[in-house]
C-alpha cells in the first residue's frame, strides 16, 4: 500500500514538474525539504500524532513553509495532510527524486572502500563509473568500512559491484568448505 501511496502522489508531481517544465527547481527543492523532515524528528511525530486534527496540521505546514516553498509543493503536502498520507511524504520524495533524476540523466552511486579515497581516486571511479552507466551525471557518496579489508563496493540502484578482499576470502571460505563436505 505505500508503495502505491507514493507512486501516485510521487508521479503526480512528476508529470506536473515535467508539464509546467519545473522538474530542476522542484528537484532541488524536494530534496531540502526531505532533508528538512528526515533531520526534524520533532515534526514528523507531532505530523503523525492522531489527536491532531488534519487542519491543524495544515495550517502548521501553511505557517511553517509558506513563502519557502513552491505553491505546487505546498498543495502537494496539504493533500497529503487532507487525506491522511503524510506518513509516506518521504517516500513520494523518493519516487519524485528518482523519476526527475531518471529524466534528467542523473544516477546515484554509493562508493565503499576500506579507506578514504583522495580526490584523484574520487576523480577515476567518477570518469569510470560515467563511461560505463550511460548517465550524463552521477551523484556519488563515498563509505569507509574498514572491514572490506580491500578493493571496494559499488552501488547503483539494484546493482552491486564487489570487488572487496572480505568477500573474496568469504567466498573462498564457502568453497573450501563445499571441498570439505564432499570428500
Do not use: C, H, W
Not at 560515467?130 to 571496494?152: C, N, R
Amino acid at each position: 500500500m505505500a508503495k502505491l501511496i507514493a507512486q501516485t502522489y510521487g508521479q503526480a508531481l512528476y508529470e506536473l514538474a515535467v508539464e509546467e517544465n519545473k522538474a530542476a527547481e522542484l528537484l532541488e527543492e524536494v530534496k531540502g525539504l526531505k532533508t528538512a523532515f528526515v533531520s526534524d524528528g520533532e515534526f514528523s511525530r507531532f505530523m503523525k500524532l492522531p489527536q491532531i486534527t488534519k487542519e491543524e496540521k495544515q495550517e502548521v505546514i501553511e505557517k511553517a513553509l509558506k513563502g519557502k516553498i513552491s505553491d505546487d509543493l505546498m498543495g502537494l503536502l496539504v493533500i497529503m495532510v487532507e487525506k491522511d498520507r503524510f506518513g509516506e511524504v518521504i517516500s513520494v520524495f523518493d519516487y519524485f527524486i528518482d523519476a526527475v533524476m531518471k529524466l534528467m540523466g542523473i544516477g546515484v552511486a554509493q562508493v565503499v572502500t576500506p579507506l578514504p579515497l583522495d580526490e584523484i581516486r574520487k576523480s577515476e571511479i567518477m570518469e569510470k563509473l560515467l563511461a560505463t552507466t550511460g548517465y550524463k551525471e552521477i551523484e556519488v557518496a563515498y563509505e569507509v568500512d574498514p572491514s572490506l579489508i580491500g578493493g571496494m563496493v559499488i552501488r547503483i540502484g539494484d546493482r552491486v559491484v564487489d570487488s572487496s578482499v572480505k568477500t573474496r576470502i568469504d567466498n573462498l571460505k564457502k568453497d573450501l568448505l563445499q571441498v570439505q563436505l564432499q570428500n
